[in-house]
């Protein structure tokens, strides 16, 4: 007897699943379906993406609804439109031998009149998006108030998305007395709270713990500087070349630029994100799913209902705001029974953010090297030895060989293997022969300025800048580093010693972003205003009080009489005298004096930065200078 018969399903879906080649049900399957057969109650069931979960109500909603009819008798909503088509597409194949039934697919960037008219042709089963089937009903189009069955498909996902309200006002359209099977990978406040006030006494299974990430999955990160993150994720990359892999960012511009950035380089990427018309994603996903693309960089909604069994790798190039996300994430790869991997790329700061995830997963994450630049090569050259090894000839090639033997009729078997593996070899060898070591120490130093960023020491090589912001303008520290981080599109850690007066501020970076900084604020507005950005001379004399001494100021603050040169230089904010500090620290706190000097000295050097600037724009790049070297072209999978 099939393994599916064991649960009761009819012979109709049997010849289905016999056809795809499913040979026994999954955890989730074997524990759903039985009790949905068999008893008409609501249910619970909290399983990780990729286990199956599509069968698990597909089948008993199949086997329950009478074909025949035309009425609208079953519900499935589900976060995203790629979601929504593949339960479409699963639940056909499944019922494609119950003659007469008809599954819609309702969602948004779709013709509204054409899914309306699929409904009244006899949808007995309708899949749909929270907000398109709301609009549907406001417009009358369909009629759920007869439906025995609905299902909350990634139920956590809907409700991360903001759907809570659509959702009510879609189920306050059914009645009462249907089944609501709800299924989820996680089970926060919010998805209980949609199953008391909507579910009765519902029947609860999980599959492995709430929340508890799959065992098919495991879990890595590697400590990097922030401004090293992108040649980190480029260097995990080339240190996996078979990887196919979704890589996540948190907002849709930092997955757009990484995407670009992969591609200028040479990798074969994508980017998904909601700024894509539903066409552009459609081709994206498509590409994806042929492999013709083999790094995937997504946000969190974006990459909501993908689901493909190969994904080898999923790496965070930036954690999610919420630490139960990352259970979604690394849910896209070790799917349908194979085994997979998740990086995550973090800065010093957000270290203590993995051990968060780790009680929730109940996982523990392996700390693990980026790999420096000769073990890549090495990689890379073996993995080319590999696939030559495994190539089965094409004979096509005999009739060129004469030609080819005369060519290398001097050359030696070692000679000639050392020159055809040379090729691939020397690309990556000129790139990473002089590359530094990436891997950043978690050191925690008491020498940390005020505002939570990086270490520093004495022998410090940064650059200290002037500003023309500061508490007039609504920005303290925190608020000035947040907003230089954002504009500069720089790590936290890259910011530092910030330190913010009446209507000016200081902070610094690492000398080598000087180019960058000063050329991206050569006619940058803030609110409509030009904001000034030039060299100090001042290296922003900080906890020691013998340098406070030396800056001529004393243990107190004078009280700022006149106005800072500054201020009156940049003449786009005008403001009192400055000098009061809005820093959490009062020890980092600079005097009066020592601040005048350090205006009169930027003063000075106002014309000469101010000059240059357009020749530090043209010179400056986006990417680390690690990007500046000729990266080798990848070659494009199979």
């Not at 399957?29 to 057969?37: A, H, R």
């Not at 089963?125 to 907000?131: D, K």
């Not at 980092?588 to 101010?610: A, C, H, L």
């Amino acid at each position: 007897m099939n393994a599916f018969q064991k649960l009761g399903l009819e012979e109709n879906i049997i010849k289905a699943i016999t056809d795809l080649g499913f040979e026994k049900p999954s955890e989730v399957q074997e524990k759903s379906i039985p009790l949905l057969l068999e008893n008409d109650s609501d249910l619970v069931a909290l399983a990780q993406t990729g286990t199956g979960k599509t069968a698990a109500f597909g089948f008993p909603m199949l086997q329950k609804i009478d074909v025949e009819s035309r009425t609208t008798q079953g519900l499935i909503l589900s976060p995203t439109r790629e979601l929504c088509l593949q339960i479409t597409n699963e639940i056909k194949q499944y019922g494609k031998y119950y003659k007469g039934l008809n599954v819609t697919a309702i969602y948004g960037g779709a013709s509204i009149t054409d899914q309306a008219r699929e409904v009244k042709r006899g949808a007995q089963i309708i899949v749909a998006t929270p907000g398109r089937m709301k609009d549907m009903i406001s417009r009358r189009l369909v009629d759920i108030s007869k439906i025995e069955y609905a299902v909350l498909d990634e139920a956590d996902e809907m409700l991360n998305m903001g759907f809570f309200e659509d959702i009510t006002d879609i189920l306050s359209h059914t009645p009462k007395e249907k089944s609501t099977w709800l299924f989820s990978a996680t089970m926060p406040k919010e998805v209980s709270v949609i199953a008391k006030k909507f579910m009765r006494s519902p029947i609860e299974i999980t599959v492995g713990n709430k929340n508890e990430s799959t065992n098919q999955v495991s879990h890595e990160y590697y400590l990097v500087n922030a401004r090293d993150r992108y040649q980190a994720l480029k260097r995990l990359c080339d240190a996996n070349p078979d990887i196919f892999s979704v890589i996540f960012c948190r907002t849709k511009r930092d997955t757009q630029k990484v995407a670009e950035n992969l591609i200028e380089d040479g990798y074969s990427a994508g980017a998904l994100h909601g700024d894509l018309s539903q066409n552009q994603r459609d081709l994206v996903m498509k590409s994806f799913r042929n492999k013709q693309i083999q790094m995937l960089v997504a946000t969190d909604v974006a990459a909501r209902g993908i689901d493909v069994d190969d994904i080898t790798h999923v790496i965070n190039y930036q954690l999610p705001d919420e630490p139960e996300i990352y259970t979604h994430r690394s849910g896209r790869t070790g799917r349908a029974g194979k085994t997979g991997i998740s990086m995550v790329i973090v800065s010093k700061s957000e270290v203590r953010k993995i051990k968060s995830i780790e009680r929730i997963i109940k996982k523990e994450f392996e700390k693990k090297e980026i790999p420096y630049g000769m073990e890549i090569c090495e990689v890379q050259l073996m993995s080319l030895a590999d696939k030559i090894h495994n190539t089965e000839v094409n004979h096509e090639i005999d009739k060129y060989l004469t030609s080819i033997n005369e060519l290398f009729k001097d050359t030696t078997k070692d000679e000639l293997i050392k020159k055809f593996f040379s090729v691939e070899f020397t690309r990556f060898y000129n790139y990473y022969q002089k590359t530094k070591n990436l891997n950043a120490t978690d050191s925690r130093g008491s020498d940390r300025d005020s505002d939570g960023g990086r270490d520093y020491d004495k022998s410090d090589n940064s650059t200290r800048y002037f500003i023309n912001v500061g508490q007039k303008d609504n920005f303290d520290w925190m608020k000035l580093k947040d907003f230089l981080k954002e504009v500069l599109e720089l790590g936290r850690d890259d910011i530092f010693k910030v330190d913010v007066k009446e209507s000016f501020s200081f902070f610094n970076t690492e000398s080598e972003l000087t180019p960058k900084i000063l050329a991206f604020f050569t006619d940058f507005k803030h609110d409509g205003r030009f904001v000034n950005v030039e060299v100090s001379e001042d290296k922003g004399g900080g906890t020691s009080r013998n340098k406070r001494r030396s800056s001529g100021g004393g243990g107190k603050r004078s009280g700022g009489d006149s106005k800072p040169r500054g201020e009156r230089r940049s003449g786009s904010f005008r403001g009192d005298s400055g000098g009061r500090s809005n820093r959490s620290d009062r020890s980092e706190r600079s005097d009066s004096r020592s601040d005048r000097k350090s205006e009169t000295r930027s003063k000075r050097s106002s014309d000469s930065s101010t000059s240059n600037r357009s020749d530090r724009r043209s010179n400056s790049d986006s990417k680390p200078a690690e990007a500046s070297v000729s990266r080798p072209r990848r070659s494009r999978r199979k």
